[in-house]
């Protein structure tokens, strides 16, 4: 530290970079801005063109009003603005930008050329020059209609470290520029045209037709694959409207990254209305998101004036827009899910009662008779385990009448009717007893084999125990537990199986599995193993499962069928664009794409050939869902929920099963292969691996 400690102030060139780099942060906020400065300028028509992804220079030309000569030295200083003149105008302010910090910044990281013409002007306009400081260096008369083209190069050029990390990450920050440009066409009526230039013919990455109603300008970024999904919806309250259009349970995503939201015509980042929209979605489709652009327009204030890229908006009727908005996704999520499929026939749920309604599907060609109205268990015996048949309604309900918003933008009105279901009468309360199925244990085909029951002595027994079950729970109640401090700050005292899976993985590290001492087998079923002084018990065939179920992920060859014809696939031009980049993960999974360079951005991949696991084709569903996932973590090999489902299938099957008598040597295998895993806590249907037992004060073994 200097010896004079005393306070001066930061140099003018210094505090002007300083705050230029909080402004234009990345390529996608060098972009942002020039786009936000033409569609400020009433532009009907813009142009983006990158050389080398941005590297090389950014230029965007519209045809725009154009700048006027008297505002030609002053276009690039700081907080130099037309837009307000004081701190309360920004209540009404309706223009994207609105501090004068957008140009002035960029003039700090890159060099920027600017021409442009006024209609009095044209088609006579001006080349302008300006230094890093944001001062006009030189003018030049050049040929120009009405309009601006703004030429950045060089972009951070002065800053060594974001320029590396811009070239290491060139294709990433495109993507994430495609994503932001499309966001502005879903929400702008203009003509927008996006392209890159790095060898060759420049390729366009988003083009919007001008003056086209909002469904199309949705099409075109989330693709057209998603048209039979979207359902659009309204929302009208006294300081707020809601207007937008969500995607169907059976249209979602598995990626978050599809998911827009626009105040006042603005782009933004809503964290608390996102977390809502995906968990009303989770509770009808609980694995994959919603796709979904949603426009608010608030009356009252709103303050867009929290960070310099102005993605963070403040709302003052924040709850009510939540409130609104959840009951608008209700309304039209929900009866979708009332609907359900008899023999074939789609029918309506009549229920009026409150509480989630699920999806379902009745199939009535083997309908085995429930047990006889006296005798209805509730609970299955704990001592041998049963499936209770299915129990199907025989009242005729009445139709109903949904009311919901297609997305053709206009209201439609689907009368859904339920026709009667004729099932055989329950047998006489003497009847003889029912073979009962096979049992399955988290999804595990592994241990109960068929066995019969008679209904009156199960339901003896499970009053019996209940009863047993009642007094130990409220003895326990009474006791005042104490656990072990070392468990209890472990996190170990819990017994939800997801909150102990998370506990012990705060206390037992991957690499402990290679120290744990391995004591005998419990029941043929469980490896008792000891850890320092914790004793903890080993599920056998979950372990083994779970190690076998990641070799699989890893090392499994896909074979793929060809496809007599290719096909074309209509892809969002982001998902597009990162398809293209991962195609080796896409052929890992067995689909093979060729790229046509010439077509129209959205339609340039062909499906060549489609993967092919046990006689099961996976089809375009299972690709999208693959760029899903590659648009939110393209790191690593990742892999469709069938794909999931058929692995860990396999994996069960050929795995040790409970029963098996293991020896020593085996059962260390088993434990030492948790230790390669990368999530060892739990097999794949979601069985715990292992369990914590007991704390020795003394090991002497």
């Not at 978050?256 to 782009?267: A, I, L």
């Not at 489709?285 to 004036?305: E, H, L, M, Q």
């Not at 085995?368 to 025989?394: F, G, Y």
């Amino acid at each position: 530290m200097a010896e004079n400690t005393g306070m001066r102030p930061i140099a003018k060139d210094t505090v002007h970079k300083l705050c230029s780099g909080q402004v234009i942060v990345d390529l996608a906020t060098s972009a942002k801005e020039l786009l936000e400065n033409s569609l400020d300028a009433g532009a009907t028509s813009i142009d983006i063109k990158m050389r080398d992804s941005g590297i090389t220079s950014i230029t965007v030309t519209d045809n725009g009003h154009g700048i006027p000569p008297e505002n030609y030295p002053t276009l690039c200083r700081k907080h130099w603005t037309s837009k307000i003149t004081s701190f309360e105008d920004l209540d009404g302010v309706t223009t994207f930008g609105f501090r004068g910090e957008a140009l002035s910044s960029l003039c700090a990281v890159a060099s920027v050329t600017i021409v442009t013409a006024t209609r009095e002007s044209a088609p006579m306009g001006m080349s302008l020059e300006y230094d890093h400081n944001g001062e006009l260096v030189g003018s030049t008369a050049v040929a120009r209609e009405r309009g601006t083209t703004v030429v950045v190069s060089g972009l951070f050029a002065r800053w060594p470290v974001r320029l590396a990390d811009l070239k290491k990450n060139a294709r990433r920050e495109y993507t994430r520029l495609v994503s932001l440009v499309e966001q502005y066409s879903i929400i702008s009526d203009v003509r927008l045209c996006l392209s890159n230039q790095t060898r060759g013919q420049p390729v366009v990455a988003v083009r919007t037709p001008p003056q086209s109603d909002r469904l199309t300008r949705l099409l075109s970024v989330f693709g057209a694959h998603v048209r039979p999904h979207l359902v659009r919806f309204e929302y009208q309250a006294e300081d707020f409207s809601l207007e937008g259009h969500v995607s169907r349970p059976e249209g979602g995503r598995g990626g978050s990254d599809k998911q827009y939201f626009f105040v006042n015509g603005r782009p933004c980042d809503l964290p608390r209305p996102k977390k809502l929209i995906n968990e009303v979605f989770r509770g009808y489709c609980p694995n994959r998101y919603p796709v979904f652009a949603i426009a608010i327009v608030v009356k009252g204030s709103v303050d867009v004036n929290l960070t310099p890229d102005k993605r963070e908006i403040l709302i003052r009727c924040e709850e009510l827009v939540l409130r609104g908005l959840k009951e608008a996704l209700v309304s039209v999520l929900e009866p979708d899910e009332s609907a359900f499929s008899v023999a074939g026939v789609s029918a309506g749920s009549v229920n009026g009662s409150a509480g989630v309604k699920r999806q379902s599907s009745l199939m009535c060609e083997e309908l085995v008779p429930p047990p006889p109205a006296a005798m209805k268990p509730r609970l299955s015996d704990p001592d041998r385990e049963a499936v209770t048949p299915p129990q199907v309604s025989t009242k005729k309900r009445p139709s109903e009448t949904v009311s919901k918003t297609s997305v053709t933008d206009s209201k439609q009105s689907a009368t859904v009717s339920k026709p009667p279901t004729t099932v055989s009468k329950p047998p006489a309360a003497t009847s003889a007893p029912k073979k009962m199925g096979t049992v399955v244990i988290g999804s595990c085909r592994n241990r109960i084999q068929n066995d019969t029951h008679d209904w009156k002595s199960v339901a003896d027994r499970l009053r019996i125990k209940q009863a047993r079950m009642k007094a130990k729970l409220e003895d326990s109640q009474l006791r005042d537990l104490d656990p072990m401090p070392a468990m209890t700050e472990g996190g170990l005292s819990v017994t939800d199986p997801e909150e102990a899976s998370s506990a012990l993985s705060r206390l037992i590290h991957k690499t402990d599995f290679q120290r744990m001492r391995v004591l005998g087998q419990f029941n043929h079923g469980f490896i008792i193993a000891l850890l320092d002084c914790d004793l903890y018990i080993i599920d056998q065939h979950a372990s083994d499962e779970k190690y076998n179920f990641e070799q699989l992920q890893q090392r499994a060859q896909i074979s793929s069928q060809p496809l007599i014809h290719p096909a074309v696939l209509e892809l969002g031009v982001v998902d597009e664009a990162v398809a293209i980049e991962c195609r080796d993960k896409l052929e890992k999974n067995g689909f093979f794409v060729d790229v046509d360079e010439d077509a129209v951005p959205g339609q340039r991949l062909r499906l060549k050939s489609q993967p092919v696991i046990d006689k099961t084709l996976f089809d375009q569903k299972d690709l999208m869902e693959l760029v899903a996932q590659l648009c939110v973590d393209p790191v690593g090999v990742p892999r469709c929920e069938r794909a999931r489902r058929v692995f860990a299938s396999r994996a069960c099957r050929k795995s040790t099963m409970i029963g098996d008598p293991l020896s020593k040597t085996r059962m260390r295998d088993i434990v030492g292969h948790l230790g390669d895993l990368d999530h060892p806590w739990n097999c794949p249907h979601g069985r715990p691996t292992l369990r914590h037992l007991h704390r020795l004060e003394k090991v002497d073994l």
